[in-house]
């Protein structure tokens, strides 16, 4: 089946370490989108996608990092520069980014211990 | 400033009701797409309808429909014969300009129930 896929849905980050999210998607969507949101809150981005290789901040780009290095994945890393990383994290794709709809991940809830 | 308001926390819904949630925007882009999306206990984000800022008619998509206002900046969604399933969190989102690549802003969301 086409879709997007997020894993792992439960991660568990303890203080000053590195974690990685990963985004895979069968789509063959161009772009793809991160976006934090925090209890009760709507999305925010985070970092974005239009092709591979390249990538651009969103609005709360500090203390993440991303890469594109295919097409179909999308990897987040939240780096120990991210003071409050405790949120539930989603990725989302589009055909290119002038379309309509954005198809969105499950999504990885991030706890710190 | 907030692009993207929605002013109702949550509402109760009775089963086979109709319910209007409120999405009020802020843009000076004259093109722009206007999106719902629900988001179940699970989390995923489900698309529910698309409307944009040149269609002439307002968008329908089986039960749900939107109510765009534009000159009132307003793109409200109306779930009609609320269902139990129908028990979620509901955002209202903004994409601003034709190069934006895709860029969404979302509201706060409001948290619907649908009672028996």
């Known amino acids: 089946d086409g879709g997007i896929t997020q894993s792992p849905k439960y991660l568990f980050r303890k203080e000053g370490q590195n974690v990685t999210l990963s985004c895979e998607q069968n789509l063959n969507h161009d772009a793809m989108y991160w976006y934090r949101q925090d209890p009760g809150q709507g999305l925010r981005l985070i970092y974005y996608?239009?092709?591979?290789?390249?990538?651009q901040k969103g609005d709360i780009a500090e203390g993440y990092s991303v890469s594109r290095e295919k097409k179909e994945s999308f990897p987040l890393t939240v780096t120990s520069a991210q003071k409050n990383p405790t949120a539930f994290y989603l990725c989302?794709?589009?055909?290119?980014?002038?379309?309509?709809?954005?198809?969105f991940g499950p999504g990885t809830r991030l706890l710190v211990l | 400033a907030q692009k993207i308001t929605q002013t109702q926390p949550g509402m109760f819904v009775q089963e086979k009701e109709a319910v209007t949630l409120d999405c009020t925007y802020d843009t000076s882009d004259p093109s722009y797409g206007l999106f719902w999306y629900k988001q179940p206990s699970s989390g995923e984000m489900i698309f529910l309808i698309y409307?944009?800022?040149?269609?002439?008619q307002n968008a329908t998509e089986g039960r749900y429909s939107l109510n765009f206002q534009k000159a009132r900046k307003s793109a409200n969604l109306v779930i009609s014969a609320s269902q139990l399933g129908d028990s979620a969190m509901y955002f209202c989102?903004?994409?601003?300009?034709?190069?934006?690549?895709?860029?969404?802003?979302f509201g706060a969301g409001t948290q619907v129930v649908v009672t028996p």
């Open positions: 409307q944009g800022s040149y269609d002439q």
């Open positions: 996608s239009q092709i591979v290789n390249d990538f």
């Open positions: 989302a794709s589009t055909p290119d980014g002038r379309q309509e709809t954005q198809y």
């Open positions: 989102a903004m994409r601003e300009g034709t190069d934006s690549w895709g860029k969404l802003q």
